[in-house]
Nanobody, 127 residues
Framework: QVLLVESGGGLVQAGGSLRLSCAAS????????MGWFRQAPGKEREFVAA????????YYADSVKGRFTISRDNAKLTVYLQMNSLKPEDTAIYYC????????????????????WGQGTQVTVSS
């Protein structure tokens, strides 16, 4: 089992940047592919980005491609989401998630593929 704790959320103006962190504990982070998801008020949870166990493969939602970057530091047991050029529609609670199973790029974007979740961190982008 792995415990996940997100941090780095906050209030930022449109066009600004934030870096979210997801700190893991319990097992080696390299045992897991990692993902970021978000959920805005009144909306379903949606995929944001994912990264393979050693960072060789990354995947992004079309809505964030070119603006967000997912990365990981397995030695520090941390996964990051660098968010640039933020828009008001990026406002949501952001969750990181861990998946111990090898999957293809399509499954990587499904929340049901992930076994472990953090508690979330709020990101608010003002216009």
């Amino acid at each position: 089992q792995v415990l996940l704790v997100e941090s780095g959320g906050g209030l930022v103006q449109a066009g600004g940047s934030l870096r979210l962190s997801c700190a893991a504990s319990g097992r080696s982070l390299s045992n897991y592919a990692m993902g970021w998801f978000r959920q805005a008020p009144g909306k379903e949870r949606e995929f944001v980005a994912a990264i393979s166990r050693y960072g060789g493969n990354t995947y992004y939602a079309d809505s964030v491609k070119g603006r967000f970057t997912i990365s990981r530091d397995n030695a520090k047991l941390t996964v990051y989401l660098q968010m640039n050029s933020l828009k008001p529609e990026d406002t949501a609670i952001y969750y990181c998630a861990a998946d111990p199973i090898f999957r293809g790029p399509v499954e990587r974007k499904y929340g049901s593929s992930y076994a472990y979740w953090g508690q979330g961190t709020q990101v608010t982008v003002s216009s």
